[in-house]
């Protein structure tokens, strides 16, 4: 029996067994540097090297991630012919994005008089209609203004969008995550966020601090606290040093 269970291990495809995959991350300019590649099936995390270069744990069908603080999200599936090369892959700057966003931002705020004034003057006339009590003539015959200007007021007022409010992470809540959850765990936390035991309480309360959405919590949103959580312990690490030189 035991034979058996041997020649059927042996001949298992190699494609369903984990091997390393060798991959080099690069935007239109050059290689990318520190970005933090994440087998998302197996739960394994790993960055890029000063040239771009990376190796990570992986099999066929696997996604891996790609991120970096000025380049766009990447998701690749793993194939079987990843195996045999380095996996180049190629991520988009995300500052380039942003740009466009911003231009076409500033263009929708430019102020367009003639349009500002029809919508007063439409607005005016349909409050005329729905209350034309405030609308009666003073004594020096003119119209309301303070009414008026109430109105435009409101109307300016209700096109504002009610911003729903962020629920931060509590130091409870990341101090619990770390010691329940199979991805987030401690050698998570001192491995790959470099974050050794005596400093951990203290990298708890700056997480908490910075006020990231509890939304994260989510199982879906593992991704996105992972790359927050990558933020905050490099900003972490400078103040101890920083706290180091100090002293």
Do not use: W
């Amino acid at each position: 029996m035991t034979r058996r269970v041997l020649l059927y291990l042996l001949l298992l495809p190699i494609s369903i067994l984990a091997q390393t995959i060798n991959g080099k991350v690069y935007d239109a300019e050059t290689t990318v540097k520190g970005a933090l590649v994440v087998n998302v099936t197996q739960n394994i995390m790993t960055y890029t090297n000063d040239n771009g270069d990376f190796k990570i744990e992986a099999k066929v069908k696997d996604t891996l991630y790609i991120s970096s603080l000025f380049h766009t999200k990447t998701f690749i599936k793993i194939k079987k012919v990843d195996f045999d090369h380095v996996v180049v892959i190629e991520v988009k700057k995300a500052i380039n994005e942003l740009d466009a966003v911003l231009l076409r931002e500033e263009r929708e705020r430019q102020f367009d008089s003639v349009k500002m004034a029809s919508q007063v003057n439409s607005q005016i006339k349909e409050d005329i209609k729905r209350n034309s009590f405030k609308y009666q003539p003073t004594p020096s015959g003119n119209m309301d203004i303070i009414a008026i200007i109430g109105m435009v007021g409101r109307l300016f007022k209700s096109k504002k969008p009610i911003a729903e409010p962020i629920i931060p992470i509590t130091y409870k809540e990341l101090s619990t995550l770390f010691l329940n959850d199979r991805f987030f765990n401690k050698d998570l936390l001192v491995l790959d966020l470099n974050i050794p035991k005596e400093y951990q309480i203290l990298f708890f309360d700056y997480c908490d601090a910075k006020e990231i959405d509890s939304k994260l919590l989510a199982k879906n949103k593992q991704v996105d606290l992972l790359e927050e959580l990558v933020i905050c312990s490099q900003e972490f690490q400078k103040i101890i040093e920083e706290s180091k030189k100090d002293n």
